[in-house]
């Protein structure tokens, strides 16, 4: 089947998940096509069933701001044209689905009939999508959509409460590619990151403030007081700069490391003993799913679809949002002691399992043929 996949090119969630769903379709024999405005950074290599399509935005002085949803629909259009796409795969309902109709709308009047899923992935709804601003196109091209999928029970249930959606929405979660976490590297290269004595605390985001960055260093400033340990923090975003400065206030600048946005991921979590992800609101967690594939546990807040990822008690554990003291406790109690932290590393590895995309690629397989059969539909 020829597939084309929109989503945004970046270290997001949304991005990452559409890329390697792309991947393993293509190695399934499907053709896939990623149209965005710049190769995603985990799509290292193209071929013969791999392709990227740039969207340029030509800058006109009449705007203020360039008109991406209008270069995107326009290549989407010529994409499909072009090459016979069958599906069309959106990630995020704005402005991708958004665009997408359009597409839709623009090849309906050549007589091409091309069938689109939407994948909401969070933001998209629960931050962006529920703007008065926004709220009534978001709502417009969830519904203009042929088949709408969701990454957790707990977004498919804050969709039907934000917006009016008249489509059936289908709950595919996300994945891994246990394939892919097979690490070859050695005890001596986590010298690199820690002493042999230290506890390696990781946390990776986007530095956004629902992910509750003074959370993270306090429930580290707990921890290190307790047992030698190292906090890695992992990506970029607003609130770096002030987690730099509370750590500075905390005296323990020392023991934080700030690596930015990287792609040695897998290094980075094969060598962490816990990882904290104390979010307001996460529609999912594959920051979490991603770190117990590396058998590390979880210390995470009980909020939006983590609990779907992180079992409590048997990946990790759960707190409520901003209690820090329990965060610590539960920290505390898996890195005391070897044998407790080495099961629940197991266990991670487990739960996490269960995630693996060969149980989840023929549910996106079989939501394609749903959607190919619609262009023998004059539904449009």
Avoid: W
Wanted: net charge negative.
């Amino acid at each position: 089947m020829k597939i084309a996949i929109v989503c945004y090119p970046t270290f997001g969630g949304s991005g990452v998940v559409a890329t390697e769903l792309g991947l393993a379709l293509a190695e399934r024999g499907h053709e896939v096509h990623f149209i965005t405005y710049k190769q995603p950074v985990r799509l290292d290599l193209l071929g013969n069933n791999i392709h990227f399509h740039e969207v340029h935005v030509p800058e006109y002085p009449l705007f203020q701001y360039q008109p991406y949803e209008l270069a995107l629909s326009s290549k989407l259009v010529d994409t499909i044209k072009f090459y016979g796409i069958e599906v069309l795969h959106v990630h995020y309902a704005i402005p991708h689905a958004y665009a997408g109709y359009m597409a839709k709308k623009m090849l309906q009047e050549e007589g091409i009939f091309i069938p689109m899923i939407t994948t909401l992935h969070g933001t998209d709804i629960t931050l962006v999508g529920k703007h008065p601003f926004y709220k009534p196109a978001v709502t417009f091209s969830i519904n203009k959509s042929d088949i709408v999928t969701s990454v957790s029970e707990d977004l498919k249930r804050s969709t039907l409460k934000i917006f009016n959606i008249e489509k059936e929405i289908e709950v595919i979660p996300n994945f891994i590619d246990i394939t892919k976490y097979s690490p070859d590297y050695t005890d001596c290269q986590r010298s690199l990151m820690a002493n042999d004595d230290e506890r390696i605390v990781t946390h990776i985001s986007n530095f956004r403030n629902v992910k509750r960055i003074p959370d993270v260093i306090k429930v580290f400033d707990r921890i290190q007081k307790e047992i030698p340990a190292k906090l890695m923090m992992v990506g970029e975003g607003p609130e770096k700069e002030m987690a730099e400065q509370l750590c500075d206030d905390l005296g323990i600048k020392e023991k934080v490391v700030f690596l930015g946005n990287s792609n040695e991921i897998d290094r980075i979590l094969c060598f962490s003993d816990l990882f904290l992800l104390p979010s307001k609101s996460e529609s999912f967690g594959l920051a979490a799913l991603e770190a117990m594939i590396n058998r590390v546990p979880v210390i995470s807040s009980n909020t939006g679809g983590i609990p779907e990822v992180n079992k409590d008690g048997v990946s990790g554990f759960l707190a409520d949002v901003g209690d820090v003291d329990t965060m610590a406790e539960k920290a505390l109690y898996l890195l005391k002691d070897d044998d407790v932290l080495e099961n629940f590393k197991e266990s991670a590895f487990k739960v996490a399992s269960k995630f693996d995309i060969i149980h989840i690629l023929p549910i996106y397989e079989e939501v394609y043929e749903k959607a190919y059969k619609y262009r023998f539909k004059n539904t449009y």
